[in-house]
Each structure stands twice: as structure tokens, then as C-alpha cells.
């Protein structure tokens, strides 16, 4: 506890550079290691909370789990290091290193984000010549896996019959998945696969 107070305190302390600092209480917290178990996701989850706090991301949507994935084994050894001065240097240039190079995957997956939804959107107006494709597109992509009745009610998009409509037609398509079956009172599932697995980076749906 005496640590974890240490590490509050910093965590809420001002420095000159909040990106050392948030390398550092990265660190700290990891070494610490407070739980029993999900310290590395806990650990991880701090970095874009910590960066919205600060005011350098207007939302905590900065994911730097898939670098250190990545490079797991330098990541713990730069943190097994950890004893001196050289070593906490060593662990921030590897973390800001981390930052850069995440950065700049994160603005090229956004980029592809931005570029699927114009080319669905096209594909889904061509397909159903409704003026309420685009707002239905606009909602999975917010929730990309959904039950269709969580779709209602909702001012931009048409009774419960004619989405069903909308939805079927993206489902023959290919343009959603069918995660679950509806099977008596457990709901469809469904899923915007090419958004899920661009955003994972891998094929996950």
C-alpha cells in the first residue's frame, strides 16, 4: 500500500514531460504489481487514460497493447532491468519508442477505418436505396457487435419490419455476420466482421 500510494501520488503529480511520466507510472505500476492477477491489462488500460487526463487525447482511444505484444520479450526484460539510472533511461526510450511507433499504426488504421465506411457506404447505398443506410451504417460502426432490436428506437432509422429489411440485405451481402442464431428468447447476434478484424488487426469474426 505504501507503494501504490507512492505511485498515486505521481500518477497525479505534474512533470515537465507527461509522456516520461506516464512511462514511468507505467513501469511502476508493473513492477509493483498490486492484483493477483490482470496487472499487465490494468497496466495498459492506464496508458490512454492517462494521456485524456492530460489533455493530449480527447478520447482514451490509444491502444499500445499490440506493440508490446509484439516485442514481449524486450518489453519484460527492459522492465526485469529496472535498477539504476542506465535502466530507467533504457525502459523510456523504449517506451516512447513504443508510442511513436503505435501512433503511427493507430492513424493508418484509422485511415483504413475511414476509407471501409465510405466504400460500405456506397456499396450499401447502391444495394438498398434507402435514406436510412447510412444512418444504420453509422450505428453498427459505433457498436459493431449488436442485437438488431438494440437498434430501436432510434429517430434516424425506420420501423422495426423495414430495418429488418435493411439488415437482411447486409446479411446477404456479406456485409454482417451472424455470431449467434436468435433461438427462444436468446436474440440474434450479428457482427460487422471487416470492421472488427481491421480494427484487431488480425481475422477474430
Do not use: C
Not at 522492465?79 to 542506465?86: H, Q, W, Y
Amino acid at each position: 500500500m505504501e507503494y501504490m500510494d507512492n505511485w498515486e501520488r505521481y500518477y497525479h503529480g505534474q512533470e515537465r514531460d507527461p509522456l516520461v511520466q506516464l512511462a514511468l507510472i507505467h513501469a511502476q505500476f508493473e513492477v509493483i504489481h498490486p492484483f493477483v492477477d490482470g496487472n499487465g491489462r490494468l497496466g495498459r488500460m492506464l496508458v490512454p487514460l492517462f494521456l485524456v487526463e492530460k489533455g493530449l487525447l480527447g478520447w482514451p482511444t490509444f491502444y499500445i497493447s499490440s506493440f508490446f505484444e509484439a516485442r514481449r520479450r524486450d518489453y519484460y526484460d527492459a522492465l526485469r532491468a529496472l535498477d539504476g539510472g542506465a535502466t530507467w533511461n533504457r525502459w523510456i526510450h523504449f517506451f516512447l519508442h513504443a508510442m511513436v511507433e503505435q501512433s503511427h499504426k493507430n492513424t493508418e488504421r484509422v485511415r483504413q477505418i475511414l476509407v471501409l465506411r465510405e466504400r460500405l457506404a456506397a456499396e450499401l447505398l447502391e444495394l438498398t436505396r434507402s435514406r436510412h443506410a447510412l444512418p444504420l451504417l453509422d450505428r453498427i460502426f459505433r457498436r459493431p457487435i449488436f442485437e438488431p432490436s438494440s437498434l430501436l428506437p432510434d429517430r434516424a432509422l425506420p420501423t422495426k419490419p423495414a430495418l429488418m429489411t435493411l439488415i437482411g440485405k447486409m446479411k446477404e451481402a456479406g456485409m454482417l455476420k451472424t455470431l449467434r442464431e436468435a433461438r427462444g428468447r436468446r436474440s440474434q447476434i450479428l457482427a460487422l466482421a471487416e470492421l472488427l478484424n481491421l480494427v484487431e488487426g488480425s481475422k477474430v469474426v
